[in-house]
């Protein structure tokens, strides 16, 4: 399997997670109900992350990925596991799971195009 369809399914991943939070963020305040097209980037952003780290080491295999890239590929999953405890905090402040997820996953397609 070519190492191009996890770098596509990264970006379209990042692209995704970038729309679910500034969306988000708009509707919480602005008002406002989220539209299909949120609906999908929620989806993606939800269900593509363990998608995508599986690719990556089904497509990485043949070509040594860094070992930075990995962990910035595989830690929004372990800060999604560390979050869930608590839930009180992520209600008081509901964008920041998903900005740090961001950034880790900016990061980790960086380090990956970087690697190319």
């Known amino acids: 399997m070519p190492p191009i369809i996890h770098g596509i399914a990264g970006i379209i991943l990042v692209l995704s997670h970038g729309i679910f939070l500034f969306r988000g963020l708009a509707f919480r305040?602005?008002?406002?109900?989220?539209?299909?097209?949120?609906?999908?980037?929620?989806?993606?952003?939800?269900?593509?992350?363990?998608?995508?780290?599986?690719?990556?080491?089904?497509?990485?295999?043949?070509?040594?990925?860094?070992?930075?890239?990995?962990?910035?590929g595989i830690l929004p999953i372990i800060v999604i596991i560390a979050f869930t405890p608590f839930m009180s905090f992520k209600r008081r402040i509901p964008w920041l799971l998903p900005g740090i997820n961001l950034l880790l996953l900016t990061s980790a397609a960086i380090t990956g195009m970087l690697h190319l």
């Open 29 to 72: 305040k602005y008002g406002g109900r989220p539209g299909p097209m949120d609906k999908i980037a929620r989806f993606i952003s939800q269900f593509g992350l363990p998608g995508v780290i599986l690719l990556g080491f089904l497509t990485q295999t043949a070509q040594a990925a860094t070992a930075i890239h990995i962990v910035l």
